[in-house]
């Protein structure tokens, strides 16, 4: 019976092992640590998570928090493709250093980027001292916060669609071509909707790490209530006060949306993907 | 396969009894030397990390000249909040240094610290204190002299959040006495004040570094509010051409406590060298070394020869005036409280 599904699943064999350990490895690295959020609740009565759910300073939190993180996905969603885009299609020198370089926001600390993106585009900073002439502010603004994110999803995007843009051949688009379509054309009903799927990755990938980033944010952010405060910023401060209850109650409407959020985008990709077929 | 298995039973078996002997052997080893030799962890704050570089230096020679035991002693820095969730969490600290009686509290509710432990040592277990001063640039362009300076049109205002920051809520707790004081006492007036205050303040660091660098790094503000041994720092490292001091008509005394945590060094045996690690700090050596690394000595032998580097304003402490740390809490700093009022829109 068992070797029936197993074998319906696949030509490799081991079904039954590895299932076991993935279950085993998704309880020990995401659900255990989850549920012992739920259960460090203690003292998380229902008027209590009402009372922080509807408190404004929290609702606004939520608000800069999905705002920015959705800005950043999308702005790197664009800037993600035309880097992978890039290495994919083009041979320059020194382009091994390029690509490595796209993984170096998954390998720096987060404060580190998050101070050192402060000191550039703060008033005194490189950046920051040739915006402000213009009226631009970008340290201590919902604009900060958009740039660190930015450097934080990159990579994902980028590694998302590369592959996928490797195995494009080429002479897909030579035919489109001869067949007399414009490179517009061409880009759009060619190249593009191979590409959504993994974009959509790429786009959720950078959306949820937005969500939950902390280190670079606080730094850049200014973290003023209402204004600029994100949702993991305010849990900390409720951890800082000792309000257990409070954080988590923050921690799990912030969950709960993006979980939300990337189930819908699963959901919307799987339809893409089908109807791409 | 049976028979695989088995043999890799055997094999792990094996393994696994080398692997207890050698352990029992380094551990016999350990034993032995047992009496000569003892570590303890120190759980500090943020600023404290060169004053206990110097200290455990000359407590390790004091101990060993006292009793012949080497003592390493290793510390941790970091937000004293966090510092004490740590412990909570079971982080083995002998003794806990943190910046504010709440912390320690905290850690006693567990029941990892008995209660009382404020009446262990002298001067409510502080054994070195510090105010909380402003730091201006030099010159004092914006002519601060006083907290009401601070509301002045066009005067921007550094100050961590209080929140997040342990050692903010004493910057917070200062403007506020001295408000009440100003208004007789009057809490809406002080209200008053503080949302002003924090109406100048345009960027809330979530610890006291982070706003230190606000302000000298970035140029933002013409104020940082700042503990006393912070803005000596400074000054020191960044040049007393840059900055200068302005000391406030009245400020509060911030007492840094510390403690043994009685339930590690009952577990660990290390007892007896904890208590004399935090009693040396009351020592003449002791306090010299907090002296020297900006913090107000409280003995007086010492307190008299650093009297030219500290000084001299009206002091409120906490329980005069807030009735503890608390109290002091729960009216400002809780859901719901002073702070979040000043935040919370329609308030």
Known sequence: MKTATASNRGVLPGFGLTLGYTILYLSLVVLIPLSALLFNSTGLTWEKFWGVATDPRVIASYRVSFLTAAAAALVDTVLGLLLAWVLVRYTFPGKSIFDALVDLPFALPTAVAGVSLTAIYANNGWIGSLLEPLGIKVAFTPLGIIIALMFIGIPFVVRTVQPVLQELEADVEEAAATLGSSRLRTFGSVILPQLAPPLLTGFALAFARGIGEYGSVVFISGNMPMKTEIAPLLIMSKLERFDYAGATAVAIILLLISFLLLLATNLLQRWMRKSAR | ?347
């Open chain 2, 1 to 347: 396969m049976k028979k695989g298995l088995r043999k890799g039973i055997l094999i792990s078996l094996v393994f696994s009894l080398a692997v207890a002997v050698t352990a029992c052997g380094s551990g016999d080893k350990e034993a032995g030397s047992d009496s000569k030799k003892i570590e303890l962890l120190n759980v500090s704050y943020d600023p404290t990390r060169e004053l206990y570089e110097n200290y455990n230096k000359a407590f390790a020679a004091y101990w060993k000249n006292k009793t012949g035991q080497e003592v390493t002693i290793k510390q941790s820095h970091g937000g004293s909040g966090k510092q004490s969730r740590a412990v909570i969490d079971g982080l083995n600290a002998d003794v806990v240094t943190l910046a504010l009686g709440y912390d320690i509290d905290a850690i006693q509710k567990e029941g990892q610290i008995n209660e009382g432990w404020q009446s262990k040592f002298e001067h409510n277990s502080s054994p070195y204190t510090s105010t909380i001063v402003l730091l201006v640039r030099k010159g004092n362009p914006k002519g601060i002299k006083d907290w009401n300076d601070l509301i002045k049109d066009g005067v921007e205002v550094i100050t961590p959040n209080p929140e997040t920051s342990g050692g903010a809520r004493w910057n917070y707790l200062a403007a506020w006495d001295y408000a009440l004081h100003q208004n007789n006492g009057d809490q809406d007036k002080a209200k008053e004040f503080v949302k002003k205050l924090f109406e100048h303040v345009p960027v809330l660091d979530t610890g006291a570094r982070g706003a230190t660098t606000t302000f000298v790094e970035r140029g933002i503000g013409d104020v940082l509010i700042a503990w006393e041994n912070e803005a000596l720092l400074s000054l020191k490292e960044l040049g007393p051409d840059k900055f200068e001091i302005v000391y406030p008509s009245e400020s509060i005394l911030a007492e840094p406590p510390v403690a043994v945590v009685d339930k590690n060094v009952d577990k660990k045996g290390t007892r007896e060298a904890a208590e004399a690690y935090l009693q040396y700090l009351y020592s003449e050596e002791g306090q010299t070394i907090a002296a020297e690394n900006f913090y107000r000595p409280t003995l007086e032998s010492v307190k008299e020869k650093y009297k030219d580097e500290f000084q001299d304003i009206k002091l409120y402490t906490i329980d005069d005036e807030f009735g503890g740390w608390a109290k002091a809490q729960k009216e400002h700093f809780s859901e719901g409280g002073i702070f979040d009022q000043i935040y919370t829109p329609g308030q």
